[in-house]
């Protein structure tokens, strides 16, 4: 009896812990678009990866993470496999797919909608899973 216990707060703990470091990735589908698959948030809302990003640091900051706003992540998450999550000038956290940040865009006003593919000279590009 002791054992079966002690086996089961044991498993309990490793659950916590589990749970305590957070998702290792965000609440994303992949979802079709006129242009093909794309990664979307939890609202299905098409996620882009930006060019001028590298290194695993964002570059859109100030009126460009307005128009185009990050994919945040929470204090305390880590990433797995091909997420990861990185520092933004300001601090925040924010999501990143095989090393690249990922956002949204503004004037994409519906889930599926594709809007920011090629935008500003092409910098701008559909997150393919």
């Known amino acids: 009896m002791f ?3 002690m086996a089961a707060m044991l498993i309990a703990g490793l659950s916590l812990a589990a ?10 589908t992949v979802a079709a678009t006129a242009k093909g698959k794309a990664l979307a948030d939890a609202k299905g809302m098409t996620l882009y990866t ?3 990003d590298a290194g695993g640091k964002s570059a859109c900051n ?3 993470a307005v128009n185009w706003p990050p994919l945040a992540a929470s204090g305390g998450v ?3 496999g091909d997420w990861s999550v ?3 000038d300001d601090g925040s956290k924010q999501w990143a ?5 990922l956002y949204t865009f503004v004037k994409d006003t519906k889930p599926g909608d594709v809007v920011g593919d090629g935008f500003n000279n092409n910098v701008w590009h559909i ?3």
Request: aromatic share 6%; net charge positive; proline share 12%.
């Open 97 to 101: 797919y095989k090393g690249k940040p």
């Open 19 to 28: 749970c305590a470091q957070g998702p290792s990735q965000p609440a994303t």
């Open 62 to 64: 100030g009126q460009c």
């Open 3 to 5: 054992a079966r216990t």
């Open 86 to 88: 990185v520092t933004r």
């Open 78 to 80: 880590s990433g797995m």
């Open 50 to 52: 930006f060019d001028k």
């Open 127 to 129: 997150a393919a899973p």
